[in-house]
């Protein structure tokens, strides 16, 4: 008996077998390649935080100030357009309107007009094909004259505000259920004004990427048509980056995980057998490349594999939404309407903002709505309008 497993355990432990290979791969995968390569991902479980976050929440702020400044110096150059002609006089009815919510803040990063010069030369750059595109400015600055950059941006873009000086100051508004009512403010607005079939509503420090005119041309004139899609109360184009691992309790990306293990584990297999010379597939082995695949994909993060689908606008994923954050946030126009009537009837508060109250809709009045992956704005507002923080951090 003692020599039967003796020479078992031989022939499990020679170099030539397979159990001996797949323990090195993953033993050097794990414990080696994978710390060296990604310990600087600020969204893999391999980031070494204590290492990297201070220097590097620093240098985005201090870059994110750069960029600031060069959408300071962008509209200072630019020739003034004229902009006198109104809703009214447009030949056609926008199909997509871009709303841009801002309020005054720190005066040295200029968020908004990061926002609003990326918007704007993107709009340049799609030409005739975005030329049913608009932008509007919502100033929700309680005293509007003093948000210094919404004057900079009133020659280049129409504005409305929600002008409130010389109101009492109501004791009941807190400051979530204060952003919500300018967010219903500001939703309202831009379909009064201008009628679009689609209302983008972008927060002031969400902004555009490069790819995101091309991938809504494609998603509201191909993939919207759907009819699961068609009524959904409203698409978000934003989802924090350290919320979007496969653990996680949404059904769909577990579905996805395991998707992607089934597909990389025969594919995984048959390179280890040509590697090897070994004939065909084996389930034991397909089962380890599934689950190896799995766990790589996990420690890494899913984040990265999702840039992958920036390739075309047809890999981009629609998927049922989840709870956190509206930095920009897609409606259609009977879906806004019905939005506006949601949010005036319901009380935001500390642990009930905006966001959570949105999402609430969707189990009481029996709505849907998705989120669009990857993302297709950058948050880049360390200084919230919220929570104050004099020493921010990107986690």
């Known amino acids: 008996m003692l020599h039967h497993a003796w020479q078992l355990y031989g022939r499990w432990c020679r170099w030539s077998s397979p159990f001996v290979h797949l323990l090195t791969l993953t033993v050097v995968t794990f414990g080696v390649l994978a710390p060296l390569i990604c310990h600087r991902l600020l969204h893999s479980y391999f980031y070494l935080r204590r290492w990297h976050l201070n220097p590097m929440s620093q240098e985005f702020l201090k870059q994110n100030q750069q960029e600031g400044q060069a959408a300071l110096h962008y509209f200072e150059k630019l020739q003034i357009p004229n902009i006198s002609k109104t809703s009214a006089s447009e030949p056609f009815r926008p199909l997509l309107l871009v709303t841009i919510i801002t309020v005054q803040r720190r005066n040295d990063f200029h968020y908004?007009?990061?926002?609003?010069?990326?918007?704007?030369?993107?709009?340049?750059?799609?030409?005739?094909?975005?030329?049913?595109?608009?932008?509007?400015?919502?100033?929700?600055?309680?005293?509007?004259?003093?948000?210094?950059?919404?004057?900079?941006?009133?020659?280049?873009?129409?504005?409305?505000?929600?002008?409130?000086?010389?109101?009492?100051?109501?004791?009941?508004?807190?400051?979530?259920?204060?952003?919500?009512?300018?967010?219903?403010?500001?939703?309202?607005?831009?379909?009064?004004?201008?009628?679009?079939?689609?209302?983008?509503?972008?927060?002031?420090?969400?902004?555009?990427?490069?790819?995101?005119?091309?991938?809504?041309?494609?998603?509201?004139?191909?993939?919207?048509?759907?009819?699961?899609?068609?009524?959904?109360?409203?698409?978000?184009?934003?989802?924090?980056e350290r919320l979007q691992h496969y653990v996680n309790p949404e059904p769909m990306r577990i579905l996805e995980w395991l998707g992607l293990g089934m597909f990389l584990g025969p594919v995984l297999n048959c390179g280890y057998s040509w590697a090897t010379g070994r004939p065909g597939l084996s389930w034991p082995i397909v089962l380890f490349f599934a689950l190896y695949s799995m766990a790589l994909s996990e420690l890494v993060g899913r984040h990265y594999l999702l840039e992958l689908r920036r390739l075309a606008p047809t890999l981009y994923n629609v998927v049922p939404v989840t709870e956190c954050c509206t930095p920009a946030m897609l409606f259609s126009a009977p879906s806004a309407q019905r939005a506006l009537g949601y949010l005036k009837g319901l009380h935001c508060r500390q642990g009930f903002a905006k966001d959570i109250a949105l999402y609430s809709l969707l189990r009481t009045k029996g709505e849907n709505a998705y989120v669009v992956e990857p993302n297709l704005v950058r948050h880049v507002g360390m200084y919230s309008s919220l929570r104050l923080n004099d020493n921010p951090k990107l986690l």
Do not use: W
């Open 112 to 240: 908004v007009l990061q926002v609003a010069s990326r918007f704007h030369h993107l709009l340049q750059q799609c030409g005739a094909r975005c030329q049913r595109h608009h932008v509007l400015l919502c100033n929700v600055e309680s005293d509007p004259s003093r948000h210094q950059d919404v004057r900079l941006l009133s020659s280049f873009f129409p504005m409305v505000s929600r002008d409130r000086t010389g109101e009492d100051p109501d004791p009941a508004l807190n400051q979530f259920e204060k952003e919500k009512q300018d967010y219903v403010f500001c939703l309202e607005q831009s379909l009064l004004a201008y009628n679009p079939e689609y209302v983008l509503v972008v927060e002031d420090d969400a902004v555009p990427e490069d790819e995101i005119f091309p991938v809504l041309q494609h998603l509201l004139l191909a993939r919207f048509s759907k009819p699961y899609l068609r009524d959904a109360l409203y698409f978000k184009l934003y989802h924090p």
